[in-house]
């Protein structure tokens, strides 16, 4: 059972700072950030949750039902990823490329301590046998958050290399459209993978700063032990509000400008680019029938379609799909039949899975998976991972990776950009 304590703050921005640096003293942290982006399914600013009670921890064999025993049996706040290779547990898939970061494909806990923040109330949710701690832990976090903020640590060895260069990339790109043109797939979202090995990093300092270039509204930061994520995602993957789900894929993408007029041209560009909404629409058909799996019949709904928001960093083409379920329905069977996300596999799924296989040159693991929580009444939230950092610090292995959506309209020059685009802000923060 858990108690609820709320206090008001001043300065809710600067709590924000200080409530992720009290944290970094846990072995297990989720942060999820909305960064003040609001819309309709907005449930708070920032929630954290430390200090796990129990956890489950697995590969892909399973892994569905050992996440749907386990949140059923603790009804309670459970936080943690999916991993893009929970694939293999979906369908009979397998991941063979190189994996450098060995992360387990799944890891949820239950947390002793959440603290929620909705504008300048903070929410401390506590397990009962913690409970007498939110007030030293709230007066300790005030007190951080008068204290001048330290200066960052820079990274060790910096040396990103990538995994496949760029006549590599082209030539797999090539491959792809002649899949495309066979009339194996429709569309696929082709990745590469950039990386750092022997690679020493303040994983805080990174997230920080990572997080005020790029102001993403579900953003995230996860440190498991030794095992870190970095996430700015503007991408919402699923949410859950009772009978309610909510799918907002992203696809399309274009670079911002300081001059206002061309910031402008651009984004009118994006709205109208045929190839960017054709690819957005055949995500949102995907999504639509993944949705259909478990939603009452004719509650299907697209509430938005190809709507451009703007980010710091680039422009971006989203849409909004929702669905009715009974009540009776699981949570976790919610989440297995729309996973993975149609936005970082392409259509048909099953194919386009097989082909990213064979032309991927590592293992996504975490990126593309899915961060979030479920709730105690099984609701839950996610994002996907993209724009994401992800640290193994005992191999001293960091990587991030970028990828793009494949059409038979796709010129791999033009991917190619798009994919250092979406690299930029991930390779700023490790070089500066």
Known sequence: MRKTKTYTTDTPELFKEALLSWSQQFDEVVWLDSNQHTNSYSSFDAILAVDGLTALSTDDANAFENLKEYQSQT?????????????????????NNFDGLEFPELYFFQPKKIIKIIKNQVHFIYLNMVFDAVES???????????????????????????????????????????IRKGDIYEANFCQEFYMEDSIID???????????????FASYIKLFDKYVLSASPERYLKKIGTKIISQPIKGTASRSVDIKEDILLKTELETN?????????IVDLVRNDLSKSALKGSVTVEELCKVYSFDQVHQ??????????????????????????????????SAMKIIEK????KRGVYSG??????????????????SIIYNETKKYLSYAVGSAITEKSEPAKEYEECLLKAKAMRQVLEE
């Not at 943690?80 to 547990?89: A, H, R």
């Not at 929702?322 to 989440?335: G, H, P």
Request: negative net charge.
């Open 75 to 95: 009804k309670d706040w459970i936080f943690g990823y999916v991993s893009y290779d929970l694939k293999n547990d979906v369908e009979p898939l397998k991941s």
């Open 137 to 179: 832990d709230f007066s300790e976090i005030s007190k951080c958050s008068l204290t001048r903020k330290k200066t960052p640590k820079k990274p060790h060895n910096v040396h990103i290399k990538m995994r496949i260069f760029k006549d590599e990339y082209f030539r797999q790109v090539e491959k792809m459209l002649d899949y």
């Open 203 to 217: 994983p805080i300092s990174i997230y920080k700063n990572l997080n005020e270039i790029s102001q993403a509204p």
């Open 274 to 282: 045929q190839k960017e909404r054709s690819e957005n629409i055949m």
């Open 317 to 350: 083409m989203i849409s909004t799909i929702s669905s009715e379920i009974s009540e009776d329905t699981n949570a976790v069977d919610v989440l297995k039949d729309t996973f993975p996300m149609g936005s970082m596999t392409g259509a048909p799924k099953i």
């Open 359 to 362: 032309l991927e040159s590592f």
């Open 370 to 387: 899915a961060i979030g929580y479920f709730t105690p009444e099984a609701d839950f939230d996610f994002n996907v991972v993209i724009r």
